[in-house]
């Protein structure tokens, strides 16, 4: 069994046995992690050691060639010398290291190989762990989504109970009720033992603001020209028997007739506005086509 093959067995059943016994997805997921770069750290150990053997190999291959080298020109020198015996025993040499290295150099390229794949795979590894480091932090959000979700749930189907609702809504009418009930017997109190003085003054003063609209009334046209403006209020002065100016003053008795019927006829009945309107409408029409 290669290297990675353990490796990856033994990742699996650690991710195997805590999926098993998960509480906490985020905990078990860095654990995951952790227990992955603890079979990467494993792993390069595993590819040092087995670069080292490949260039202890080429180490050895270097030595014998050079050994070989060495040899013939051991040789070489013996035949100069004219001493055949030392020659051929430096050949023998020679073609004992020439073996050695043509053993080694098969060796050597088998390794080197072997070498890069783990290189390889180790770099794969890698690529994956940061991959399962990336993907952790999407599935932790996710997770914590879910559980945000649950929590929604679980909260609305409490509030499904109406129970609280309803009695709530309950002891609300009931201290509506009571609030009418104590409105009403406030107004038959006042109106049975009540001070009717200062009834007919309340209502009195209820009544001004038809009074202010026949001011406004009386302004507007003013303002338009239809009327003569309204002298200011002033301190009234004290009549003096014979006195013509004050009375010379005095609006016009048919004047100020038609100008409070006017305004009786305004407060007679309030006029809907849907009705209003359509009424303006056809008073600009009107003005448009003459």
Known sequence: MGIFSKLSTVIKSNINDLISRAENPEKMLNQIIIDMRDQLAKAKREVAAAIADERKLKSQLEAEVKQARDWQHRAMLAVKEDRDDLAK??????????????????????????????????????????????????????????????????????????????????????????????????????????????????????????????????????????IEAPE???????????????????????VQDAQVEEVSEAEAEKIPEAQLLSEFDKLEEKQVEG
Do not use: C, Y
């Open 232 to 254: 200011s209020a002033e301190e009234p002065k004290q009549l003096e028997a014979g006195d013509d100016s004050d009375a010379a003053e005095a609006p016009e008795p048919g």
């Open 89 to 226: 025993q430096a050949l023998l040499r020679q073609q004992e290291h020439t073996e050695r290295a043509q053993a080694l150099q098969q060796t050597w390229e088998g390794q080197a190989a072997e070498t890069e794949k783990l290189k390889g795979s180790l770099r794969q590894l890698n690529d994956k762990i940061e991959e399962a480091k990336r993907k952790r932090n999407l599935l932790i959000a996710k997770q914590k989504r879910a559980q945000a979700q649950r929590r929604i749930h679980e909260t609305m189907s409490g509030l499904s109970d109406t129970s609280a609702f309803e009695a709530f809504n309950r002891m609300a009418d009931k201290i509506e009720e009571e609030e009418r009930q104590n409105i009403a017997q406030a107004e038959v109190t006042a109106e049975l033992g009540g001070d009717t003085l200062e009834t007919e003054f309340v209502q009195l003063e209820a009544g001004r603001g038809g009074a202010d609209v026949e001011d406004q009334l009386l302004a507007l046209k003013a303002g338009m020209g239809l």
